[in-house]
């Protein structure tokens, strides 16, 4: 058998090498599509544009400004001479955030009164706005508390506060979206190499009417199969590797766990999507057909069903239940509690035991469907 398969794999990297467009989406496409997303998909909010109008002009109300440009968050770009401008900069754009001081504001605070501080916020994206609201909200409470605590410390009653609290945060300590995007497409990446270019491969062979020279050769159906998955899995190991080598040099993401662990769960899941490939180039006929299917059943749910993107506890029960015949959601899980957290097996086994499950029932089937189509 391992003298049968070997002129295979050489024929198929040497048809590969020849193919510029599969090249070309095994090797550049997924670190060009890495680092393009990488870019495009960050959510953290940072340099939010702000307009000021200062109806009080005092020392403690630049001292309350002073605090927003120092947080790191927004950028003070305009100084209003009226409520109305600040509105109206935020109406055209220029702005995504406006400040209103009262006239009374220092007044109020040297009285012991709380005065009203109007915040307007764009609101059009809906998380982002969330997030600012977030941000305003943070900054107020840290100068009221500055406030508080100089009061009491003129009254002689010390710097006393019922509740202390020191957060740590594990993992991703710089709060960066990358280190929580990365390793999501490692898993994108893979999942659209593998199944469109193993889908081209065997359809490609259908349209030529070489694979009908099966029948009169020693090869048996598996031995083709085999013996043309390997080369794809070889190289979307290397793409795997170049992918991370990114992360780690583009991203700052480094790997936190085993890499020999890293190593095979990410195998099974290519072992998964290039199964899926197979399935695809049995049921189509053509090139064009076969690129379609594989690009809609690779993306959509590995977009939308991983938690890639978007979170799966907020959306409707039928939707998480139909996320679970995607491989992609378990090997996300794996991947983050490697790459991230650096657990071993013992955290993410069931989802290693899934994806064996998935490869060996989709693996059956496609085989199956590609004997028939072939017979």
Request: charged residues 15%; glycine residues 6%.
């Given at each position: 058998m391992?003298?049968r398969?070997?002129?295979?794999?050489i024929?198929?990297?040497r048809?590969i090498?020849?193919?510029?467009?599969?090249?070309?989406?095994?090797?550049?496409?997924?670190?060009?599509?890495m680092l393009?997303?990488?870019?495009?998909l960050?959510?953290d909010?940072?340099?939010v544009?702000?307009a000021?109008?200062?109806d009080?002009?005092?020392?403690?109300?630049?001292?309350?400004?002073?605090?927003?440009?120092?947080?790191g968050?927004?950028?003070?770009?305009a100084q209003?001479?009226s409520s109305?401008e600040?509105?109206a900069?935020?109406?055209d754009?220029?702005?995504?955030l406006?400040?209103?001081?009262?006239?009374?504001?220092?007044?109020?605070?040297?009285s012991?009164?709380?005065?009203e501080?109007?915040v307007?916020v764009?609101?059009?994206?809906?998380?982002?706005?969330?997030t600012?609201?977030?941000?305003v909200?943070a900054?107020?409470?840290?100068?009221?508390q500055?406030?508080?605590l100089k009061?009491?410390a003129?009254l002689g009653?010390?710097?006393?506060?019922?509740?202390?609290?020191e957060a740590?945060?594990?993992?991703?300590p710089?709060l960066?979206?990358?280190?929580f995007l990365?390793?999501?497409?490692i898993?994108f990446?893979?999942a659209?190499?593998?199944v469109?270019a193993?889908?081209l491969?065997?359809v490609?062979?259908?349209?030529?009417?070489t694979?009908e020279?099966?029948?009169v050769?020693p090869i048996?159906?598996l031995?083709l199969?085999v013996?043309?998955?390997?080369?794809?899995?070889?190289?979307?190991?290397?793409?795997?590797?170049?992918?991370?080598?990114?992360?780690y040099?583009?991203?700052d993401v480094?790997i936190?766990?085993s890499?020999l662990?890293l190593?095979f769960?990410?195998l099974l899941f290519?072992?998964?999507?290039?199964?899926?490939g197979?399935w695809?180039?049995a049921?189509?006929?053509?090139?064009?057909?076969?690129?379609?299917?594989?690009?809609?059943?690779?993306?959509?749910?590995?977009m939308?069903?991983?938690g890639?993107?978007f979170?799966?506890?907020?959306?409707?029960?039928?939707?998480?239940?139909l996320?679970?015949?995607?491989?992609?959601?378990?090997?996300?899980?794996?991947?983050?509690?490697?790459?991230l957290?650096?657990v071993?097996?013992s955290a993410?086994?069931?989802q290693?035991?899934?994806?064996?499950?998935f490869?060996?029932?989709?693996?059956?089937?496609?085989?199956?469907?590609?004997?028939?189509t072939?017979?």
């Amino acid at each position: 058998m391992l003298r049968r398969l070997r002129p295979i794999i050489i024929k198929e990297f040497r048809q590969i090498r020849r193919d510029q467009r599969v090249l070309a989406i095994l090797t550049l496409f997924p670190v060009l599509l890495m680092l393009l997303n990488g870019y495009a998909l960050n959510s953290d909010v940072q340099h939010v544009r702000m307009a000021v109008y200062d109806d009080d002009r005092s020392a403690e109300s630049r001292e309350f400004m002073d605090s927003f440009v120092t947080s790191g968050y927004f950028d003070y770009v305009a100084q209003a001479r009226s409520s109305a401008e600040a509105a109206a900069l935020l109406n055209d754009g220029g702005v995504r955030l406006a400040v209103i001081i009262p006239a009374n504001f220092s007044h109020d605070l040297l009285s012991g009164r709380s005065p009203e501080v109007q915040v307007l916020v764009d609101g059009m994206d809906a998380n982002y706005a969330t997030t600012i609201i977030g941000y305003v909200q943070a900054i107020a409470l840290d100068y009221s508390q500055a406030i508080v605590l100089k009061s009491l410390a003129r009254l002689g009653l010390g710097t006393y506060i019922p509740v202390r609290y020191e957060a740590r945060i594990w993992y991703n300590p710089e709060l960066k979206s990358a280190k929580f995007l990365v390793p999501g497409l490692i898993g994108f990446v893979l999942a659209i190499t593998a199944v469109i270019a193993t889908s081209l491969s065997i359809v490609k062979e259908k349209e030529r009417n070489t694979i009908e020279q099966i029948d009169v050769s020693p090869i048996s159906p598996l031995e083709l199969i085999v013996g043309k998955l390997i080369p794809y899995v070889l190289i979307s190991l290397v793409a795997a590797a170049l992918v991370l080598t990114a992360g780690y040099f583009m991203f700052d993401v480094a790997i936190k766990g085993s890499l020999l662990l890293l190593f095979f769960t990410t195998l099974l899941f290519i072992m998964a999507a290039l199964s899926i490939g197979l399935w695809v180039s049995a049921v189509a006929e053509t090139q064009m057909v076969a690129f379609q299917l594989a690009a809609l059943l690779a993306t959509l749910p590995t977009m939308m069903f991983s938690g890639f993107m978007f979170p799966l506890r907020s959306m409707p029960w039928w939707i998480q239940a139909l996320s679970n015949i995607t491989p992609a959601k378990y090997y996300l899980i794996i991947l983050r509690g490697i790459i991230l957290k650096g657990v071993g097996l013992s955290a993410w086994w069931p989802q290693v035991v899934y994806l064996a499950a998935f490869t060996t029932v989709v693996l059956f089937l496609s085989i199956r469907r590609f004997r028939k189509t072939i017979a």
